[in-house]
């Protein structure tokens, strides 16, 4: 089957990315997609090797090498080796800047009557009550008043 995006690299690309590979002082990330990106090198001095081998040799998935031919071509050199940002991160942050502000200014307030000290669970009903989120887990908001370093006792 032909390769849909052929990786062809110049000289001084080449040269480039073996640097990189030999000296061992960039991410690994970075110098496995080099590794790869110099594998599938189709130019006449450039081993050419298939998908499958290179997988193979690497220890990675043949779809991440289609993958990093196809960047190397649509995008160019530094996006090929370097990890793109997601757009979106996988979750949304129930808590966000005015939220953990307002967690923090509960957690510092006297606790209600008939209790001694607010716990976690009170705090998030009483974020709820407030209506300052939908719904929350105690572990996020432990995990919000860690990061501040609030001490409250």
Do not use: F
Not at 52 to 60: E, F, G, K, V
């Amino acid at each position: 089957m032909q390769k849909r995006y052929v990786v062809e690299l110049s000289e001084a690309e080449r040269v480039l990315w073996q640097t990189l590979i030999s000296k061992g002082r960039s991410l690994a990330r970075k110098i496995q997609h080099a590794q790869v990106l110099l594998k599938a090198d189709s130019s006449p001095p450039g081993p050419g090797w298939p998908d499958q081998r290179i997988a193979q040799t690497l220890r990675m998935g043949v779809r991440t090498v289609e993958r990093m031919r196809q960047r190397l071509v649509e995008h160019g050199l530094e996006d090929a080796l370097v990890r793109r940002q997601r757009e979106h991160p996988p979750r949304r942050r129930i808590l966000d800047g005015a939220a953990e502000a307002r967690l923090v200014a509960l957690a510092c307030r006297t606790p209600p009557s008939g209790r001694q000290r607010w716990t976690l669970q009170l705090l998030a009903d009483h974020l709820v009550q407030l209506k300052v989120v939908e719904k929350i887990d105690a572990e996020t908001v432990r995990r919000a008043l860690k990061k501040t370093k609030s001490n409250l006792g």
